[in-house]
């Protein structure tokens, strides 16, 4: 079992290789993929989401009687002290489990509609179709060196990086925090680290956004409709049971869940082991297998995150396999592709920390680019120029 703080063997591996693109095409892989794996099934699907429905009302329900049970262990003579930790303590499971429950809601939702809501399953979609595509993808796209005013190459000094990525640890916790907790309706606003193409103020709620085209601006407006009723439903909800109440039973576990989220998708996508392609390179396969399979949360996030973390690679190459079919797809696709096929087993919150600290910036040229960090180098370089080509 690798190190709660040190590197996987497989990221170390990728780091000691250079990098050549996949040969394998997207027809090898579709002609040994058994098309019973695309099959779905309704009824599976459903005892999916009330399994997770369920789920989340028992929380719910148990962490309701996590007050009136610590009063009831005062009255039987347990130490304040103890009583107190043990209500904070049950408070933090509640918190961690539903987060995890919630995250999984979304991910069926993800899985059913390929988005939550219209507004994000459009983008999402297009970064489907342009995975790893410095100039199509619409997800976790690179800023350059140009975009930091940074110095060529040539001339740069590393007093130039420093000045703009050197940062204290406790700073880069902070921002850490700030991506994980605000992050994801951050993206939503905003569109940052999105497709630097887009003009600013750009966001998934205006339907007259580039983002979207002419036809689908119904469907946004329909999509606000729909968050406004929820918000309205949570705010009277909220009115019913207090503002305590609410920050605890669901605000606390909201924001979790935005972490999660955040974090899923940030790091399959952000490693400073992976490639990102310009468009003479790019391929449909090489973008999607340029992403990254982790192990989040184990079994848990097997069984509550529904494999969204363990087997992106296939789903990026077949996206309508079900989810309860990823696990076949991968092991297919891991035998063909073979050290092409990107895991990393390193613990996930040491990961995150890397590739907040590593990922910084790209370069302006290049085919095939890797993330540099923050003294100007990559931890990759490209087979080719080994050889000199």
């Known amino acids: ?56 009302l028992l929380l719910f329900e148990l962490a309701g009687r996590i007050d009136s049970f610590v009063q009831n262990a005062l009255s039987w003579g347990l130490r304040a002290s103890t009583a107190y930790a043990l209500q904070f303590v049950l408070w933090l499971a509640y918190w961690f489990f539903q987060s995890i429950v919630f995250a999984g809601c979304w991910v069926l939702a993800h899985e059913a509609g390929h988005a939550p809501y219209y507004a994000w399953r459009t983008t999402h979609q297009n970064h489907h179709k342009g995975t790893g595509s410095l100039e199509r993808d619409e997800n976790y796209v690179p800023r350059t060196r140009s975009y930091y005013l940074l110095p060529p190459e040539s001339k740069a000094q590393i007093s130039n990086y420093h000045e703009i990525f050197e940062e204290t640890p406790i700073y880069t916790l902070l921002r850490i925090v700030l991506m994980q907790t605000i992050g994801w309706q951050y993206y939503l606003l905003t569109n940052i680290m999105g497709n630097p193409s887009y003009p600013k103020g750009t966001n998934h709620f205006q339907p007259s956004a580039l983002l979207f085209k002419p036809y689908q601006r119904v469907k946004i407006i329909a999509s606000n409709v729909g968050l406004t009723v929820m918000v309205v439903l949570l705010a009277i909800w909220g009115n019913s049971v207090g503002s305590w109440n609410f920050f605890r039973l669901y605000f606390i576990p909201y924001i979790l869940t935005n972490h999660w989220i955040v974090m899923i998708t940030y790091l399959q996508h952000s490693d400073p082991t992976i490639p990102h392609y310009r468009n003479k390179e790019w391929t449909f396969l090489r973008g999607a297998v340029s992403t990254v399979d982790r192990p989040l949360l ?22 309508t396999i079900p989810f309860y079919n990823l696990p076949y797809a991968t092991e297919i696709i891991k035998n063909v592709l073979g050290d092409d096929y990107n895991y990393d087993s390193t613990n996930s919150f040491r990961a995150l920390y890397r590739t907040f600290s590593q990922c910084c910036f790209i370069e302006d040229e290049g085919d095939i680019v890797f993330y540099k960090n923050k003294d100007g180098k990559a931890v990759r370089i490209l087979e080719s120029d080994v050889r000199g080509d």
């Open 1 to 56: 079992m690798p190190s709660l703080f040190n590197d996987s063997p497989e990221y170390i591996r990728r780091t000691r290789t250079p990098f050549k693109p996949t040969e394998v095409t997207l027809s090898d892989v579709r002609a040994i993929m058994p098309k019973d794996l695309f099959e779905k099934s309704t009824l599976r699907g459903m005892l999916v989401v009330i399994r997770d429905v369920a789920c989340a």
């Open 298 to 319: 184990g079994w848990m996030g097997r069984f509550f995150l529904h494999n969204v973390s363990h087997d992106h690679i296939a789903h990026h190459v077949f996206s």
